[in-house]
């Protein structure tokens, strides 16, 4: 079993930066797909990133070239750095672990674990 742990979340204004963490315990990630989704209110939820056992990396085109996704094994945390905030990034942002080790899932369904949740707001 894994727990998986956000943090970082807040409320910044439009063009600021955030990094959320993402803490995984009950055993090691090191070896896994993790990902990032985040739900805006009234929507469904929808993929942000996800990083491969070998450092492999994909974005959705919402946010490539202004997040980045990277993970530390030896903390067993995976990160999003997520710079030039708009508006339209206001959401609750989960971390999730998938059972699969290289191809980087971009549906709900590709995940097994869950963290609770933070939520990030961007004023205009």
């Known amino acids: 079993q894994v727990q998986l742990a956000e943090s970082g979340g807040g409320l910044v204004q439009t063009g600021g930066s955030l990094k959320l963490s993402c803490a995984a315990s009950?055993?090691?990630?090191?070896?896994?797909?993790m990902g990032w989704f985040r739900q805006a209110p009234g929507k469904e939820r929808e993929y942000v990133a996800g990083i491969n056992r070998s450092g492999g990396i994909d974005y959705s085109d919402s946010v490539k070239g202004r997040f980045t996704i990277s993970r530390d094994n030896a903390k067993n945390t995976v990160y999003l750095q997520m710079n030039s905030l708009k508006p339209e990034d206001t959401a609750v942002y989960y971390c999730?672990?998938?059972?699969?080790?290289?191809?980087?899932?971009?549906?709900?369904?590709?995940?097994?674990?869950w963290g609770q949740g933070t939520q990030v707001t961007v004023s205009s």
């Open positions: 009950g055993r090691t990630v090191s070896g896994y797909v």
């Open positions: 999730a672990a998938s059972l699969s080790s290289w191809t980087i899932p971009k549906t709900y369904s590709g995940y097994v674990y």
